[in-house]
Nanobody, 120 residues
Framework: QVQLVESGGGLVQPGGALRLSCAAS????????GGWYRQAPGKQRELVAG???????TYQDSVKGRFTISKDSAKKALYLQMNSLKPEDTAVYFC??????????????WGQGTQVTVSS
């Protein structure tokens, strides 16, 4: 069974950094595109950063210059390096990935979410 397992969230002070990881498990060929979303209490889920199959990267304006998304095809994983964190970055972060099965089918999967809290 295919799963996306997230890790790396936690509590950090303003100005600090965290690195989120999202690893795909199961019998798969790899990951095409994907991204990281976040959802703060009382707000809708929003795209933070995305990376396409071809490697094109997009960021939400509020995180440009602070966050970096990357993909490791060999490890079948996505990462989000978050620097200069602000209290308004506090949210549950979800990874999303288009996973290629052994039969070359492509399906979308979501991670379980990881809490990021930025507070002094």
């Amino acid at each position: 069974q295919v799963q996306l397992v997230e890790s790396g969230g936690g509590l950090v002070q303003p100005g600090g950094a965290l690195r989120l990881s999202c690893a795909a498990s199961g019998s798969i060929l790899g990951i095409n595109g994907g991204g990281w979303y976040r959802q703060a209490p009382g707000k809708q889920r929003e795209l933070v950063a995305g990376i396409s199959t071809g490697g094109t990267i997009t960021y939400q304006d509020s995180v440009k210059g602070r966050f970096t998304i990357s993909k490791d095809s060999a490890k079948k994983a996505l990462y989000l390096q978050m620097n200069s964190l602000k209290p308004e970055d506090t949210a549950v972060y979800f990874c999303y990935a288009e996973i290629v099965s052994l039969r070359f089918a492509v399906n979308a999967y979501w991670g379980q979410g990881t809490q990021v809290t930025v507070s002094s």
